[in-house]
């Protein structure tokens, strides 16, 4: 054999070499791409380009999942972090001179502190702050129908307020029981007309009057709009006639401060609920108006950068529930959700001798962070007061998928459900009805 033809299959050689290994470099290259694609598929967009793509997002393919023909996302030139101190806000002078302020809005008398029913500490551990406060008026001064007859006064460190007329609710409409609801932001109610007290009332009129009680009360949540969410109209425990309860949603900046919540004491963190509730049981007087929502040391921080597109959102959602079960969204919107970071500490050991862990808040602030919300089906059952929703949320910084029943208050997150899978539970239940505790 010729030297010639030795260098042709050395060189032969190399080049079948060389393209093997140039083919292996392709296929790993292909293989890490398609991974990392995997890992790093949200789109993320600024903010404008994010809300005028949204609605194209609609018209694009999803497993398992319909969506509604359009979308409406309002006016929104920022989103923000809203971080709110929830506990230990006020000292017990605060909490006593609020709560004497709340009375004298509604009752005729002034109340004292000799005159409440609980000044209470919420926590022994803080000895300087952090009070509940609860005033109830004498049965013999709620007989009669007065303008003026007394209400109940409740005013909580800052969390939560409440007035309650107490002739409305003992001798007239009690707790009852839901007949129907409307959603303001679509329904119309126009022609809505029901017995209040013996007379024809308008949904309107009470809707009216709401919004006339929602700004005289403005002070205790002023850093935010009171816009009417939902009208539950309520049919009376004591007479034939009924109610209406008026239900405001709290926006900031056009971002609704979403109603939905759950506490749970076994997570890491939890969704927290804020809403205001105006009823009323005779035509133009309050009975109640009920607010959850600290409006002490509200900090606003605008974040910058890009968000998870709506198409991205619902990428997401069709990949962790398709192999589940089909989803049938109703409505999307983006809202403000608050999260709480947790620590988790031992507190002592149950029955069986094991130690029982619990997590508590690192720093008592609730983060309000920007969500979109996919609004599946309405689950409420006949009698709840307020509609309740099973909802879809997807972190619009993060991408973190959590789907919340309204009706249990019990949150599902994406590790909640590979822990479902990996020990062969059939989540569909869990979520729609049953409260499922994963090892955390």
Known sequence: MSKLSKNKKRILLLSAIFAAIVLVIVIVAVIYSHITNKEEKLEYLPLPELLSEAPDALNGKYDNLTLPSDISLGNIDELNTLSIKWRYVLTREETLNTIIELSSTVNKDPITESDLYRLQQLDENVPSKGYAATYFPDEEDYDEPDDQSP????????????????????????????????????????????????????????IEFAKTIAEKYKKYYEDFEVVPKYLIVNKNDYNDYYSYIVQFAYMYNGVEMSTDGYNDAVREYVYQDVDLEIRVASPDKLMTIKS?????????????????????????????????????????????????????????????????????????????????????????????????????????????????????????????????????????????????????
Not at 198 to 205: E, I, L, N, R, V
Not at 385 to 390: C, E, G, R, S, V
Not at 399 to 419: A, H, I, P, Q, W
Request: proline share 1%.
């Open 292 to 440: 959850r929502l600290n409006n002490s040391g509200v900090t606003v921080n605008k974040l910058d950068g890009d968000f998870v597109s709506l198409k991205s959102a619902l990428d997401h959602t069709s990949e962790v529930l398709a192999e589940n079960f089909k989803q049938d969204i109703t409505n999307i919107d983006i809202v403000y959700i608050g999260k709480q970071e947790m620590e988790q500490y031992v507190a002592g050991q149950d029955d069986f001798g094991h130690d029982i862990k619990f997590w508590i808040d690192k720093d008592d602030t609730i983060d309000f962070i920007p969500m979109w919300r996919f609004i599946v089906k309405d689950i409420s059952t006949e009698g709840m007061l307020m509609p309740q929703f099973l909802c879809i949320f997807v972190d619009m910084q993060t991408g973190e998928m959590v789907m919340l029943n309204e009706r249990s208050g019990y949150f599902f997150s994406e590790n909640d459900m590979k822990e479902a899978k990996k020990k062969g539970v059939d989540i569909t239940g869990y979520i729609l009805d049953n409260d499922y505790q994963g090892e955390h």
């Open 151 to 206: 209400f109940f006064c409740q005013f909580v460190d800052g969390i939560q307020f409440e007035l309650t007329n107490f002739y409305w609710f003992y001798n007239a409409a009690g707790y009852g029981e839901r007949f129907e609801w409307y959603d303001l932001r679509k329904d119309d109610v126009s022609d809505v007309v029901y017995k209040v007290d013996g007379q024809d009332y308008s949904a309107q009129q009470a």
